[in-house]
């Protein structure tokens, strides 16, 4: 059964094929995932409310299905670059929710040892959420030229960005080196159809077929996915990997998503009625997948429930125990911070 897409707007893909492949226990784990992301992030959000998290919270609540299914079809064992809405990919990459419950926190067992916060996880393999908009694309492009140079076959770099980055000069610079060099780069454009608080038909020129055109002057290959199905970014995603592999060449991706949050936590998002916000939300990526789960037979809704409240059980109880860890010592503030003295 071909994917539903009258517009043609969306990489087309065998539907019931991509589900059958994946089969009945990897969708569960799939779906276990997405909502670990999501209960992990509506603590986090009670936990700033409380006062215990200071400084920015971006929430990836909405756009699970992107990352969930990257890291599905790619695997772990590659290069990954993301933007400040980081929590989710660090997750995905076994990253443990208490330690990055605890960067939060800022307490000394945290991810990035309570200095990086919200904005800067990290693992083996994620380079790092980056606070500067764009940032990540030039280490992202770095990282596929050291595969290349190292001649590590079936590595590839993979970044994640917002559409809000799209006018920055590091995206540019970034894409053409690659298309040069023919590097193993996976752009990610997630395309929430906000730059902060702003509509993209105010932040970018031709934003509806920016994307598209954008790869075609760097003559890369390009594809949209629909960022809200997991099955359609699964499926892309897999096609985007062969294509790196065999062809060594760059590639662009679009996936079209919704946050159902502010930008940050401290933004109301007044921008938005509620009812577009409904309207956003009947197709949240989650819900979805569990219907389709039903619909297979490979899910009933009590069971469901279930997993729903054990997740949001123990990510409550993961908060509770990031709040008893240590806070950093004073003496240990300036570790890290200078590369030491010659001979010491």
């Known amino acids: 059964m071909e994917h539903k897409d009258d517009s043609g707007l969306f990489f087309a893909c065998d539907r019931q094929k991509t589900v059958e492949s994946l089969g009945k226990e990897t969708l569960l784990e799939m779906l276990n995932e997405m909502l670990s992301i999501r209960h992990f992030e509506s603590r986090a959000e009670i936990c700033y409310q409380q006062g215990k998290i200071g400084g920015f ?3 990836y609540i909405g756009q699970e299905a992107i990352q969930t299914a990257a890291l599905r079809a790619l695997g772990p064992n590659h290069w990954y670059a993301a933007t400040y809405r980081c929590h989710g990919l660090a997750l995905l990459l076994k990253e443990t929710p208490l330690s990055l419950m605890a960067e939060l926190f800022g307490k000394a067992t945290g991810n990035a040892k309570g200095r990086g ?24 492009t770095g990282a596929a030229l050291t595969s290349k140079y190292l001649q590590k ?43 902060m608080g702003t509509p ?32 359609n970014c699964y499926a892309g995603f897999k096609e985007a990997l062969q294509y790196i592999l065999s062809e060594g060449k760059p590639l662009f991706v679009e ?5 159902f949050r502010g930008h940050a936590i401290s933004d109301p998002a007044l921008y938005r009625t509620k009812e577009e916000l409904k ?39 993961i908060a509770k125990a990031a709040d008893n860890e240590p ?18």
């Open 57 to 59: 919270l971006h929430l």
């Open 117 to 140: 916060g919200s904005m800067h996880f990290y693992s083996d393999r994620l380079l790092g959420g980056f606070g500067i908009v764009g940032g990540q694309l030039a280490i992202g």
């Open 153 to 195: 076959k079936d590595e590839i770099a993979v970044t994640f960005f917002g559409d809000g980055a799209t006018a920055q000069g590091t995206v540019h610079e970034s894409f053409n080196l690659a298309a040069m060099w023919e590097l193993p780069c996976l752009y990610v454009m997630e395309n929430n159809n906000w730059s």
């Open 200 to 231: 993209l038909h105010r932040t970018l020129a031709n934003y509806e077929r920016l994307p598209e055109e954008l790869s075609k002057a760097y003559d890369m290959k390009f594809m949209r996915l629909d960022g809200m199905d997991i099955i």
């Open 255 to 259: 996936c079209r998503a919704d946050r």
């Open 279 to 317: 309207k956003c939300m009947d197709r949240d990526p989650i819900l979805l997948l569990k219907n389709l789960l039903i619909e297979q037979g490979w899910l009933t809704e009590g069971a469901f429930q279930q997993m729903d409240e054990e997740m949001r059980e123990q990510m409550a109880a």
């Open 327 to 344: 806070w950093p010592e004073m003496n240990d503030l300036e570790q890290g911070v200078l590369a030491p003295a010659k001979g010491n």
